[in-house]
C-alpha cells in the first residue's frame, strides 16, 4: 500500500490514520479518565508525578504540554510553574482537549489551550522550557517529524518528555499480552462501551518504538543527553533528551 502506516496491526493510507485515531479519542473520552485508573490501577499518576520531577521544571517556566488529553500532566506543571509560569495544553482531539478544560477549570486553573497535530505546533522557535507528551506520541503517523518539532519549539537547554507504553519485561509478556488482548477489550466495551478502542490500545503499543529505538530516534531528531527510566518493569518507558 502506497505512503501506508500502522494503525494497530492493521496497515492503512496515511492520511486515514488520524481519522481513525479521532474515532478512537472520540469514542472513550467521556470515561478515558476512569479507565486510565482501572487499567492501569491508579499506576498512572505516578507515572505522570514522576515525569514531572524529572522534567526539572522550576517556578516561572514555559511548558508545553503536547497531546495531552484531558491534562493530568498540564495541572502538575501549572501547579509547578506557578503564576509566573505559563503551561499550554494541546491536543488534536477537541473531545479530549474540552474535557481537559473542564477539568482544569473546576480546579481552579486556567491555562492556554490549542488544537493542533503534534506534528505542527503552531509556536515559534525556541519558546519553551520544557515539552512533554504523554501517551501520545505513538498515535501520531510521522513519530520523527513530531520529535523534530518538539524540538524546534524548546529553547536552547529545553527538555522534552516523552512518557509512553514499552517493552514489557520479557518473563512478564506472557501475562501482559493475555491482559492487553482479552482483560482489556473486555473493560473496554463494559466501561467505555468500545472493546475495539482498547484493542487499538493494546496494538499499537505492540507497534510502538522500543526503549533503545526511541532513544535512536530523539537523537536523529537532534537531542542530547536520552536516556529513559523504565517502569513498572518497562510497561512504561519515560525518555528524556536535551537541546542544546
Same mark, same amino acid.
Given at each position: 500500500m502506497k505512503d501506508a502506516t500502522d494503525f494497530g496491526f492493521q496497515q492503512v493510507p496515511e492520511e486515514e490514520k488520524a481519522r481513525r485515531v479521532a474515532g478512537v479519542f472520540d469514542s472513550v473520552a467521556g470515561r478515558y479518565d476512569l479507565m486510565n485508573d482501572l487499567m492501569s490501577a491508579g499506576l498512572h499518576r505516578y507515572w505522570k508525578r514522576f515525569t514531572l520531577e524529572k522534567s526539572m521544571v522550576r517556578a516561572g517556566d514555559r511548558v508545553l504540554d503536547v497531546a495531552g488529553g484531558t491534562g493530568d500532566l498540564a495541572r502538575l506543571f501549572a501547579q509547578r510553574v506557578g503564576a509566573a509560569g505559563c503551561v499550554i495544553l494541546t491536543d488534536i482531539n477537541a473531545a479530549m482537549l !474540552? $474535557? !481537559?478544560r473542564d477539568r482544569l477549570v473546576d480546579e481552579g486553573i486556567v491555562i492556554p489551550l +490549542?488544537?493542533?497535530? &503534534?506534528?505542527?505546533?503552531?509556536?515559534p522557535d525556541d519558546t519553551f522550557d520544557c515539552v512533554s507528551? &504523554?501517551? &501520545?506520541?505513538?498515535?501520531?503517523t510521522h513519530k520523527d +517529524? *513530531?520529535? *523534530?518539532?518538539m524540538r524546534r519549539v524548546l529553547r536552547p537547554g529545553g527538555r522534552l518528555l516523552v512518557l509512553e507504553f514499552s517493552r514489557v519485561a520479557k518473563p512478564l509478556a506472557p501475562l501482559y499480552d493475555l491482559y492487553s488482548f482479552q482483560v482489556l477489550p473486555r473493560m473496554g466495551r463494559l466501561v467505555a462501551g468500545s472493546a475495539e478502542s482498547y484493542r487499538y490500545l493494546a496494538e499499537s503499543i505492540r507497534m510502538h518504538p522500543d526503549q533503545e529505538t526511541l532513544k535512536a530516534m530523539m537523537y536523529e531528531a537532534g537531542f542530547d543527553d536520552v536516556d529513559y527510566f523504565n517502569l513498572s *518493569? &518497562? $510497561?512504561i518507558a519515560l525518555h528524556r533528551g536535551v537541546k542544546y
Open positions: !474540552g $474535557i !481537559g +490549542a488544537q493542533c497535530s &503534534g506534528e505542527r505546533l503552531p509556536f507528551v &504523554g501517551f &501520545g506520541l505513538r498515535n501520531m +517529524a *513530531a520529535l *523534530a518539532e *518493569a &518497562g $510497561i
